[in-house]
């Protein structure tokens, strides 16, 4: 089974912030681990300067044989019952990308004590 990466660039609208955040956290993680081929999730705060064009960052985990086929499967269900899209959520700015890894995870060397 081939492992990817689907990370998602958003904001909020404007003045709905803490609307955003309360349900990404508590409801929009948990729906989209609810489509198969999807197996981990993440959630980040961009701090510093960024040349992202959003403050907040999902990294999903996937692991499956075709990821088209999940990403449909995603896509068929936002915006339904299975998968509400918040209104907090500003829809037009949304930046996706599927990461297909080159290398393995590198670890540093331990310090010396």
Not at 82 to 103: F, G, H, K, R
Request: charged share 20%; net charge negative.
């Amino acid at each position: 089974m081939a492992h990817y990466q689907f990370l998602v660039v958003s904001n909020p609208v404007a003045g709905r912030e803490d609307e955003f955040n309360e349900w990404y956290d508590r409801q929009h993680l948990h729906d989209v681990l609810r489509v198969p081929g999807f197996v981990g999730a993440r959630r980040f705060k961009v701090s510093g300067e960024s040349r992202l064009p959003g403050n907040y960052v999902a990294i999903y985990e996937l692991e499956c044989a075709d990821p088209g086929a999940v990403l449909a499967s995603l896509n068929a269900r936002a915006g339904t019952s299975d998968m509400p899209i918040s209104p907090a959520l500003d829809v037009a700015n949304v930046t996706i990308a599927l990461l297909t890894p080159l290398t393995e995870r590198l670890s540093a060397p331990p310090t010396p004590s």
